[in-house]
C-alpha cells in the first residue's frame, strides 16, 4: 500500500517537472518568435513616424521619446 502510494506522488512530481520544462521551452520560443515579427520601436522608427507625419524630427525630440518609452517600458 505505501509503495503505491510513492510510487503515484513520485510520478505526479515528475509529471509536473517535465510539464514545466516543456511550458517554459515553449513559451521562450513563443516569446521570441514574437521579437523577431514585432521588435520594440527603436529611434529609427521614430523617425520614420516623424517624416511620415512631415516634420524632421530634432535629436533632442527622438531622445525625449525614448526616454519617455523606457520610463514606462518597465511598468
Known amino acids: 500500500m505505501g509503495d503505491?502510494?510513492?510510487?503515484?506522488?513520485?510520478?505526479?512530481?515528475?509529471?509536473?517537472?517535465?510539464?514545466?520544462?516543456?511550458?517554459?521551452?515553449?513559451a521562450r520560443k513563443y516569446i521570441e518568435k514574437q521579437m523577431k515579427e514585432n521588435p520594440p520601436i527603436n529611434e529609427k522608427m521614430i523617425r520614420a513616424l516623424f517624416m511620415q507625419m512631415g516634420r524632421k524630427p530634432s535629436e533632442v525630440q527622438i531622445k525625449q521619446i525614448m526616454a519617455s518609452m523606457n520610463q514606462y517600458k518597465g511598468k
Open 4 to 26: 503505491v502510494f510513492l510510487t503515484s506522488v513520485g510520478s505526479l512530481i515528475l509529471g509536473i517537472i517535465v510539464g514545466a520544462l516543456i511550458g517554459f521551452f515553449f
